[in-house]
């Protein structure tokens, strides 16, 4: 089996995520872009994982500390009520 798919338990072949962030060549998600960073945080204020978000290993790092530093500065929201 190719390593671009995946099978569904239907059988059926799916395919793999692509980074975005890597499509777009993104060397560094900057913390006060707070609209690039809220396509990574749901509703409630919680970082959305790598499974769901499709980003790789390197860009969800980065978008995390950037959420991070953001939340510390008061651009973005710990919690949504």
């Known amino acids: 089996m190719s390593r671009d798919f995946k099978r569904n338990p239907r059988g059926r072949r ?3 995520k692509v980074c975005s ?8 998600i900057d913390y006060k ?3 690039k960073l809220r396509k990574f ?20 790092r980065t978008i995390t500390e950037s959420i991070k530093r953001s939340r510390n500065i ?3 929201p710990f919690t949504q009520d």
């Open 14 to 16: 799916a395919r793999r």
């Open 21 to 28: 962030l890597c499509v777009d060549k993104v060397e560094s």
């Open 33 to 35: 872009d707070v609209a």
């Open 41 to 60: 945080i749901t509703e409630r204020g919680k970082i959305l994982p790598r499974r769901i978000s499709g980003a790789c290993a390197k860009h969800q």
């Open 74 to 76: 008061a651009l973005l």
